[in-house]
């Protein structure tokens, strides 16, 4: 019973870091259905609204619930700018350029982040920090709960704006494509701007719900690698694979921590990558696409 019991243990904590995965991953392929872009920025934007929501929770000593918020907003908005001011430039232009563009923007952002905030970890207090939840016998932590429960509701509430509003409609077409969208009276370059707010919105989120399990440091955005291997394995054009990827790649994760001699667990979304690459290139819910030659 002890032994089934750690293994539940071990999914529960597996799914809660997959959660925090394929949030991050939901940002990658939503830029990149939208724009074709891959953003190898993404985690550093959630490492960015992790250090906003610990200056308005615990400098600003604002409500956890209303720091969460304007955490978000404030990560949104920086998407819009990111986006408006910078990456629109360098839309159609060669992949290779767009790689290094983001890679170069996430060095600035965690050495701004490092100047700003600080280089050491900080974190704050959370209604879910150090208390525990007892299901039938089965003790678990309320933070990765939580952070199950949030990443949820937020696929919930994402769903529900994309298929049942008109923003998230025209969202939808001008992904799917941009001129048909720009001939239907589409704004197609606000909608993008709006797709990377999101995109940053919703790794804020991930940031926070982050915070009660780990401390919010520069490095963290080194999670984005293992995102970019949830987003792979679910199927790059896929949003529900990104999360279930991720989700995947969380629980394999701390199942080899725990069964495999130590080291496994580190590289563990590499492997994943990897075979994934090798077996499936199109991922576990991405479409095959054949070109003629």
């Not at 008109?166 to 709006?194: C, E, T």
């Not at 490095?219 to 989700?247: D, E, H, R, W």
Request: charged share 10%.
């Amino acid at each position: 019973m002890d032994d089934v019991a750690r293994l539940l243990q071990l999914v529960v904590n597996g799914a809660a870091s997959g959660c925090i995965y394929g949030l991050i991953a939901f940002g990658f392929v939503l830029i990149y259905k939208a724009t074709e872009m891959v953003n190898f920025a993404q985690g550093e934007i959630m490492m960015l609204g992790g250090f906003a929501a610990y200056t308005f929770i615990h400098q600003f000593g604002l409500n956890y619930w209303v720091g969460f918020g304007l955490a978000i907003a404030a990560t949104a908005a920086f998407g819009f700018l990111l986006d408006a001011v910078i990456l629109r430039r360098v839309i159609g232009q060669p992949q290779f350029a767009v790689v290094m563009l983001t890679l170069g923007l996430a060095f600035i952002f965690r050495a701004a982040a490092g100047i700003v905030w600080t280089y050491d970890s900080v974190g704050f207090n959370t209604p879910f920090t150090n208390k525990t939840v007892n299901l039938g016998g089965l003790v678990l932590g309320q933070d990765n709960v939580s952070i199950i429960i949030g990443t949820l509701i937020l696929c919930l509430v994402l769903y529900l704006f994309f298929s049942r509003t008109r923003l998230g409609v025209a969202m939808q077409a001008a992904s799917q494509n941009q001129l048909a969208a720009y001939y239907m009276g589409i704004p197609v370059r606000r909608i993008f701007s709006l797709i990377w707010a999101i995109s940053a919105g919703v790794s804020a989120v991930a940031a926070v719900l982050l915070a009660p399990v780990s401390l919010i440091d520069v490095n963290m955005g080194m999670l984005g690698f293992k995102a970019f291997a949830a987003a792979v394995l679910g199927g790059f054009g896929s949003i529900p694979g990104a999360v279930i990827g991720g989700v995947i790649v969380g629980v394999v994760e701390q199942l080899s921590g725990y069964f495999l001699p130590p080291g496994f667990q580190d590289v563990t979304s590499n492997i994943v990558l990897l075979g994934v690459l090798i077996l499936r290139p199109q991922g576990l819910f991405g479409a095959t696409i054949r070109k003629r030659v």
